[in-house]
C-alpha cells in the first residue's frame, strides 16, 4: 500500500533557528513529489520535485529529493513566525485512472519569538 | 479566477440531512480534485475529474458521497444523509494538465463541514 510517513510530527524552534522536516515514502511507480504550507486554511504550493538530487530553492526555503533513499527533506534557514505551520508532504503515482497524491499527516512547525 | 474558491467556507448541517459543497476550480485547469482532510490529519483523496469525466471514485467513503464536474468546470461535491463520521474540512484542488503527467494541484480553502 502506498503511504508517507513525515517527521517529525512536531516541532518548536526559536527565530533564527535552521530546520529540516522529513518525509518518506513508498509508492508504485513514483512520479512526484510535492510540499505544501498549510496555514489555517488552504495548503499551499512550495516545491514539486521529479529528479532526484537537485535541490529546488525558494527564498529561506529549499528541497530535495533521494530517490533511491526514497526521501526528501525540506530546509527552512533563519526561522521566522511567520513559518509556522503545518507542513505537508505529498507524493504521486503513475499507473490507473488517477493523478491522485498521497499525504503524509504533516509536520506541525511553531517557530516563537 | 486567481484560485480555486469553494462555498460555503462553513456549513453546519443535522445529521441526516443532505449537503452540496461547491467547488470553482483555476480557469482552464483539466484536473479537479476532491480531499477529506480530517483534524490533524493530512488531506485524503475522495475522488478524481478530467475534464468532465470521473476517472477515480476510488476514496468515496460510501455511496452517500457523490460528485459530479458536468461541464468540465466547476464541480460538486454531495452527501446524502449525512453522519457525524463525516465532519471534516473538504478540499478541492485543481491541476492544470491531465491524467499521467506530473503537475502541482492548487487547493482551494476548503468548506469546513459539521455535522450535529
Known amino acids: 500500500e502506498d503511504k508517507v510517513v513525515q517527521s517529525p510530527l512536531s516541532l518548536v524552534v526559536h527565530e533564527g533557528d535552521t530546520v529540516t522536516l522529513n518525509c518518506s515514502y513508498e509508492?508504485?511507480?513514483?512520479?512526484?513529489l510535492l510540499w505544501y504550507k498549510q496555514e489555517k486554511k488552504a495548503p499551499t504550493f512550495l516545491f514539486m520535485l521529479?529528479?532526484?538530487?537537485i535541490e529546488k530553492k525558494s527564498g529561506r526555503l529549499s528541497s530535495i529529493l533521494d530517490k533511491k533513499e526514497l526521501f526528501s527533506i525540506l530546509n527552512i534557514t533563519a526561522t521566522q513566525t511567520g513559518d509556522s505551520a503545518v507542513y505537508l508532504c505529498a507524493v504521486g503515482g503513475y499507473g490507473g485512472a488517477t493523478n491522485k497524491l498521497i499525504f503524509g499527516t504533516g509536520t506541525l512547525l511553531a517557530v516563537q519569538p | 479566477g486567481a484560485g480555486v474558491s469553494q462555498s460555503p467556507r462553513y456549513k453546519v448541517a443535522k445529521r441526516g440531512q443532505d449537503v452540496a459543497l461547491r467547488c470553482d476550480p483555476i480557469?482552464?485547469?483539466?484536473?479537479l480534485f476532491w480531499y477529506q482532510q480530517a483534524l490533524g490529519q493530512g488531506p485524503e483523496f475522495l475522488t478524481y475529474f478530467q475534464n468532465e469525466a470521473q476517472l477515480d471514485k476510488s476514496g468515496l467513503p460510501s455511496d452517500r458521497f457523490f460528485a459530479e464536474r458536468p461541464e468540465g468546470s466547476v464541480s460538486t461535491l454531495k452527501i446524502q444523509r449525512t453522519q457525524q463520521e463525516d465532519s471534516a474540512v473538504y478540499l478541492c484542488a485543481s491541476s492544470l494538465l491531465g491524467l499521467g503527467l506530473a503537475d502541482t494541484q492548487y487547493f482551494g480553502p476548503g468548506t469546513r463541514l459539521t455535522v450535529l
Open positions: 521529479t529528479s532526484s538530487g
Open positions: 509508492v508504485t511507480n513514483f512520479r512526484s
Open positions: 480557469s482552464g485547469h483539466v484536473s
